[in-house]
Nanobody, 117 residues
């Protein structure tokens, strides 16, 4: 059974780059037709899909975040990562990684990131 685990710093200063990694176990990120996503939920707000990396390395981004978001992967470690540049306090959120396949999703437990000086 696939499991996902987010990791990264819990506190980031404004204007810096937020970097998170999702480590996948129980399945390969290169398995055909799987998409690997990043989603976040700011305090008191709904879920926001940020972007995804496809099984073959193709990437997709939310139009509203595309200018300062990058998703990459390390197939040797079975990990994929999120980088969000020039963060502001509005980027404070619970960040999740997830696997999407044919309408079904498996999520990590989430990691809290606070943007504050």
């Amino acid at each position: 059974q696939v499991q996902l685990q987010e990791s990264g710093p819990g506190l980031v200063k404004p204007s810096q780059t937020l970097s998170l990694t999702c480590t996948v176990s129980g399945g390969s990120i290169t398995t055909m037709y799987y998409y690997w996503s990043w989603i976040r939920q700011p305090p008191g707000k709904g879920l926001e899909w940020m972007g995804a990396i496809r099984y073959d390395g193709g990437t997709y981004y939310s139009p509203s975040l595309k200018s300062h978001t990058s998703i990459s992967r390390d197939t040797s470690k079975n990990q994929f990562s999120l980088q969000l540049s020039s963060v502001t306090p509005e980027d404070t959120a619970l960040y999740y990684c997830a696997r999407d396949y044919s309408g079904s999703s498996v999520w990590g437990q989430g990691t809290q990131v606070t943007v504050s000086s």
